[in-house]
């Protein structure tokens, strides 16, 4: 009885440290019936988006879990929360969660294969079950990630109403193994689900709405990645769909005029999807002839043998009439949809819709793919021939087993491996020199058939989070590149074929360079169908910026937005060429108007907005990523000016990260731009953010002075214009190499706050430079002081200063003096060595 009663208790305890934390949790979700936790994690924490996690040590009761914390930290984390911790079940454990039974709940699992402690996750499977429903099962987080080249992975799984009003989600480790999970999300939503028609069975429905499903695609057609904290309430993930067209068929991606409003027929379809999806699209063209003639064709990797549920997302910007646009589905080569016509569905011009479709994905006759085409419907005669398309998810259903688990992919280095076990079995175990080489022909043979089988049925099921890879394989490069880029990209980055580069530079026309650098040549070009103007980076095989610059360019950039950082649109790495796509800057380079355009300089008060805005981009990196960013290659050149003349940082090939924000140094090669260099970074090489500030230091000086940091055309002391600039710091004759085109504009208050920031900037040791956050401040503070009203200029002053001059000779010796002195101690505080 007495044991009854102790159970009875600690029951009761457990209940309310769940609705404990459920409470916290909920102010932090974005749904009320929501449970955000990092396992493993001693105390609540946040990660990079702000978003709190709960510990899960509150809820904890298992025998045999453990917390842990990872050994290393790849970069390409995008937080260390929940990441950097772990739970560890040695045997079965349950975590139970309280949940409303009318709402369906997403359930999000975050997974690092990491080393932790004395755990292995090389050497870690187990099964994962919710209410019955396996959702894993001899699951490694590791082979999946080394699969697909990144460094952690998240699995996501709509779970159905539960009457029972508790979630349970419970671990099993394999046998002589071991479970574990970085984080869990438990986030309610509505019931967005309803029967489907299966496609090739008219007769046939499949009530969604009963099924537990997986998350394998979610794609925003003919758009860029949207975060889960843009998502319309259900905190989704939306990936660029680019990597997953077929062939070259990528058809003109559209985006509605700003005066469109994206108008929701209820408030319920909100949470269907943002209006981002909606916003843009992917369609054929406008060319009658080519539309009739190819299929908008997408494909994409699943496991055969289960039921999908394909959403698509439409909405129509364009055209407003019926039959203006009228086009066909097809699904696994099978007619999903005649007529399709966003009007006539809708209602309306930017009205979204969504239509849902089932397919059943045979082994024998799929060939774990699943395919998606559009055609314009020319039996109905719409006005245009053409297709289009918003959005796509792809939910797997669960079998009748409550099934929805995968197999694990096949691993580069398991593979090999087995190769390696084999061909020593053969090599050992034949006496014939004959049998030796027919054997080696045959295994070869077959090695390359189950090459051809395992690309086709193990790597390409691993869709959602990470995996943006195309699963069309014309040439083992574009298959690689797609993959490499994707990978580093995180799905941000949109991967461009080789003969969309080259269409849209007239085949590399030397009339469309616009720019030579360290990595290669820059061209002008167009992509879109000559709908948008870009700037296309073609890496110089000779050049000394390879492979390694390459991903860093693509890896930074695909996660960094900001104002005055430039944009990475997308890359291509096919047939050895390696290619970046940046935003168009119509301005050029901040160098080429400082000494090539004599006849149109920029103004004082222009150049002053350039550093300014130059500043911001390069102090975002150091304090606003998520670890530091130092640039290392700060530099005219590396300054871009759009057609608004808004400064924009550029080129990260040579940038370094560092692994948190208290990290004094980077020790590396030392690399970058002579004239421009850091000397203290050239002496102890090791890199710090205030190398940045002695480059940008070097920046402000070829602004001022309207001349390159390096000229060996100069004498001696001049080539340098970092040297040449404290020289005359110290003589107090800064003023006597001020560009003449601005020496009549620059107010003189401004010019030493200006001179003196430059100064400091060039200061030799780290330590006694500024912050790019205090040279930013003092900048700006130069523009206000620029814009005071009734001071006196540089020019004036020097005038000023040569008729003191010719008065002390004319007798006019006391009153005159005064004013030299006064202008000279106004001087003086540019020189003071201390600074502000």
């Known amino acids: 009885m007495n044991c009854e009663i102790q159970r009875y208790i600690l029951a009761i305890i457990f209940s309310c440290t769940i609705i404990a934390v459920h409470s916290q949790s909920k102010a932090n979700a974005t749904n009320a019936d929501s449970f955000v936790l990092a396992c493993g994690a001693t105390t609540n924490a946040t990660d990079f988006d702000g978003r709190k996690w709960i510990s899960d040590s509150k809820i904890i009761t298992f025998k045999d879990s453990l917390s842990a914390t990872a050994q290393s930290q790849d970069p390409s984390l995008p937080s260390t929360v929940p990441y950097m911790t772990a739970r560890i079940f040695k045997s ?10 009318k709402n369906r709940h997403w359930i999000r699992l975050h997974f690092y294969p990491s080393s932790y402690e004395n755990f292995d996750s090389r050497s870690s499977f187990f099964s994962v079950k919710a209410n019955g ?26 779970m159905i109403k539960l009457e029972s009003g508790v979630l349970d989600l419970t671990f099993t480790p394999s046998a002589n193994s071991f479970a574990f999970i970085n984080g869990i999300e438990i986030i309610s939503m509505p019931e967005i689900f309803q029967a489907v028609a299966m496609v090739g069975f008219s007769d046939k429905n499949v009530h ?6 997986q998350t394998m695609l979610r794609l925003n057609v003919g758009g860029q990645y949207i975060a889960a904290s843009n998502d319309s309430g259900l905190s989704r993930t939306w990936y660029d769909d680019s990597p997953y067209i077929y062939g070259a068929g990528f058809g003109v991606t559209t985006e509605a005029d700003k005066n469109v409003t994206i108008a929701y027929p209820s408030q319920e379809s909100k949470y269907i999807a943002p209006s981002d999806v909606y916003r843009t699209a992917r369609s054929m063209g406008p060319n009658v002839t080519v539309n009739q003639n190819y299929n908008l064709t997408w494909i994409f990797q699943v496991d055969v043998n289960f039921t999908y549920l394909v959403r698509l997302h439409f909405c129509e910007f364009h055209f407003d009439k019926v039959n203006q646009r009228a086009f066909r589905i097809f699904i696994n080569n099978q007619t999903a949809e005649l007529e399709a016509d966003v009007i006539a569905w809708s209602g309306g011009k930017g009205v979204p819709i969504y239509k849902d479709y089932a397919i059943y994905v045979n082994s024998r006759t799929s060939d774990y793919q699943l395919w998606l085409a559009l055609h314009p419907d020319v039996e109905v005669k719409p006005e245009f021939y053409d297709s289009i398309l918003n959005g796509v998810e792809i939910f797997k259903l669960n079998d009748s087993k409550g099934n929805i688990a995968g197999p694990n992919p096949a691993s580069s280095s398991s593979k090999s491996n087995k190769s390696g076990i084999i061909t020593g079995s053969v090599l050992g175990s034949l006496a014939g020199i004959g049998l030796v080489f027919g054997l080696i022909a045959f295994l070869i043979h077959k090695n390359r058939k189950d ?9 390409g099921w691993l869709p959602m989070y990470g995996s943006s890879r195309s699963s069309e394989t014309n040439t083992t490069s574009k298959s690689s590149g797609s993959s490499r880029i994707s990978s580093l990209g995180g799905g941000l980055c949109r991967h461009f074929t080789l003969a969309e580069i080259k269409l849209g530079t007239d085949n590399f026309s030397e009339a469309r360079v616009i720019g030579v650098g360290g990595f290669g040549k820059v061209y002008k070009g167009f992509i879109d169908g000559n709908t948008k103007t870009v700037a296309i980076k073609r890496a110089n095989p000779s050049s000394d910026q390879g492979i390694r610059e390459f991903c860093n360019e693509i890896e930074l950039l695909s996660k960094l937005r900001h104002r005055h950082l430039v944009s990475l649109i997308g890359a291509c790495e096919e047939n050895n060429e390696m290619i970046l796509v940046y935003d168009y800057m119509a301005n050029g380079t901040l160098r080429e108007h400082l000494f090539k355009n004599s006849n149109f300089p920029l ?14 981009g390069i102090h975002y990196l150091h304090t606003g990523a998520k670890y530091t960013i130092i640039h290392r290659d700060v530099k005219s050149t590396n300054i871009l000016l759009d057609e608004k003349w808004v400064a924009k940082v550029s080129d990260f090939g040579l940038s370094k990260t560092g692994q948190a924000l208290n990290q004094t140094h980077v020790s590396t090669i030392v690399k970058g731009s002579f004239g421009y260099l850091d000397p203290e970074y050239f002496r102890r090489q090791q890199l710090t953010e205030k190398s940045d500030v002695y480059s940008f230091g070097v920046v ?19 080539v340098s214009l970092a040297d040449w600039a404290i020289t005359n710091h110290k003589r107090s004759t800064l003023q006597d190499i001020v560009d003449p085109h601005i020496k009549e504009e620059i107010n003189l208050e401004c010019f030493k706050h200006f001179t003196e920031t430059a100064v400091k900037c060039l200061s030799d040791h780290g330590l006694d430079r500024p912050s790019m956050g205090d040279v930013l401040w003092n900048l700006e503070n130069c523009l206000q002081l620029q814009s005071c009203q009734g001071t006196t200029q540089l020019a004036a002053n020097e005038r000023a200063n040569d008729a003191t001059l010719l008065s002390i000779e004319e007798d006019n010796e006391t009153s005159n003096e005064s004013e030299v002195l006064s202008l000279n101690a106004a001087f003086s505080r540019v020189v003071d060595s201390k600074g502000r």
Request: hydrophobic share 40%.
């Open 208 to 213: 969604a709405e009963s099924y537990t499903m």
């Open 451 to 459: 090459k051809d089988e395992l690309s086709s049925s193990t790597v």
């Open 133 to 158: 429903f396996t959702l894993l099962n001899n699951f490694s987080a590791f082979i999946t990630c080394e699969a697909l080249t990144q460094a952690y992975i998240i699995r996501e799984f709509t």
């Open 92 to 101: 079965e454990a349950t975590y139970k969660f309280p949940v409303y039974p």
């Open 700 to 718: 402000l000086f070829e602004v001022l002075c309207g001349r390159p940091a390096l000229n060996p055309s100069l004498p001696k002391e001049q």
């Open 603 to 616: 103004s004082w008060r222009q150049r002053l907005g350039i550093c300014i805005g130059a500043a911001k």
